[in-house]
């Protein structure tokens, strides 16, 4: 059953509310196309194509994003491809826009309450990160190690098997790196990455199978005690009785007519045949050179695709960047779940922690949204927490720590307009003319007509007439 947008109450096949009027033709579409992208996403979930299920379930979302029901799904999906972060936010959105009878409570509070689970995730992170940093400076080997170590303790986390596999191919290594990416298949059936790796593996394997294959066909293998012994693939079955008439006979022959008569066609059979021989080098030549080519061309391809997906991979590196601020986003969020017994000045330290140019630069709107959310949440009393901080240094003259302090009231809730007046005093004693008058500004629109107003203004008159 849909539901009014203006007014709550439920909507029938009219193509407007019954109950206020309101135009609901196009909002019902909408709604049939986010519940039909839902619809597809869960159904790609069901055979375990996970990337597909997240393409459909996030655009069902950017249609509707309260679908709580696609909300909850798509952070089942992340869990499961070890994304546990990008689960936690879904979940605390979901649970935002639908506070009763969510079953997003319910997932949040099982993670909060598994001290263990989250121990594991964030160590798998540090680690996971700590990897991306090694593969930078070229340091492949303690890469390798360190990516073990975190596929298993957290085997779904998908990103650290196709890093890992991507370290085999470029070590050579086709066989485990195709061990890796058929335990990320085994996760997630669509995942692209994973099967052009798997593609060019396959290729490789191929390859070097066909030239060992040729090799052992040109020996013989033969055991004798510890010891293996290859020689030519001939046969001599030649007896001494045949060797000697063969001879025989050949004298013979070669007394009679050979000299005389099949001289010249011997040689021009010699020369024919060396020719021949000659042609068939060359032939193998230049079918090995091809073969050099394809090869060189598979390699050219593999350099090129780890380029591209260690440029792809490195977006989430860096101690400021935007897997770190996942980690400190989830710690916000564990606090948050805690409802009255939160401690409001922790989830503050915990975004304080967050690069705000790294989540700027993020394309995840559900990591600024959640952000916003928690921000919002602590922002009265945060901020009068700074406030106070700063009034305190202010009247001692230690104008950094004022200023320092200050700011972060304002962040909080820019309607503080005792922390925008005394921000912009603060500005004013150490001769910052400029943001003191933009303050000053910002607190006679905040306050208009006020005492603090009124001071403001005299206080811009006075910087105006310097």
Known sequence: MLFCYSCGMALSEKSYCTSCGAEVGRYKKILYMSNRYYNRGLEKAQIRDLTGAVEDLRQSLKLYKRNTQARNLLGLVYFEMGET????????????????????????????????????????????????????????????????????????????????????????????????????????????????????????????????????????????????????????????????????????????????????????????????????????????????????????????????????????????????????????????????????????????????NAMGNSKDAEFTEVYAILKGYIGADVSASYYDKGYNAYRQQDYITALENFKKAVDYNPENVDAVYYLACTYLATNDLDNAKNYFNTVISLSPGSELGNKAANYIAEIDAK
Not at 96 to 106: G, L, M, R, V
Not at 115 to 133: C, F, R, W
Not at 191 to 215: G, P
Request: glycine residues 4%; aromatic residues 6%; hydrophobic residues 40%.
């Open 85 to 356: 972060v990008n689960a936690m936010a879904e979940w605390v959105l979901s649970e935002h826009y639908q506070k009763d009878k969510n079953i997003a409570s319910d997932y949040i509070e099982t993670l909060k309450t598994n001290a263990v689970l989250l121990d594991t995730i964030n160590s798998s992170i540090k680690k996971y990160n700590q990897a991306l940093n090694l593969c930078k400076q070229d340091s492949l080997d303690m890469a390798k190690i360190s990516l073990k170590r975190v596929v298993s303790n957290n085997p779904r986390l998908i990103n650290a098997h196709l890093l890992l596999a991507l370290i085999l191919m470029k070590e050579e290594d086709y066989s485990g790196a195709k061990k890796e990416l058929i335990l990320v298949r085994r996760i997630d059936r669509g995942n692209i990455r994973a099967s052009m790796m798997m593609r060019m593996a396959d290729e490789n394997l191929n390859t070097d199978s066909k030239r060992k294959k040729k090799t052992t066909e040109n020996s013989v293998t033969i055991q004798s005690g510890n010891d293996i012994i290859i020689q030519p693939n001939t046969r001599k079955e030649n007896s001494f009785l045949n060797i000697f008439l063969n001879v025989a006979i050949g004298l013979l022959i070669g007394l009679l007519v050979g000299w005389f008569v099949l001289g010249p066609i011997r040689v021009n059979l010699q020369k024919s045949e060396e020719n021949k021989e000659l042609q068939n080098a060359y032939d193998e030549i230049n079918l090995k050179n091809i073969k050099i080519d394809t090869v060189e061309k598979s390699l050219s391809s593999l350099t090129s695709e780890y380029e591209s997906l260690k440029d792809k991979l490195n977006a989430y590196e860096g101690s400021n960047g935007t897997m770190e601020g996942y980690k400190y986003l989830m710690l916000a969020v564990t606090e948050y779940s805690k409802g009255n017994e939160a401690d409001k000045n922790m989830i503050a330290q915990y975004l304080d922690k967050i690069d705000a």
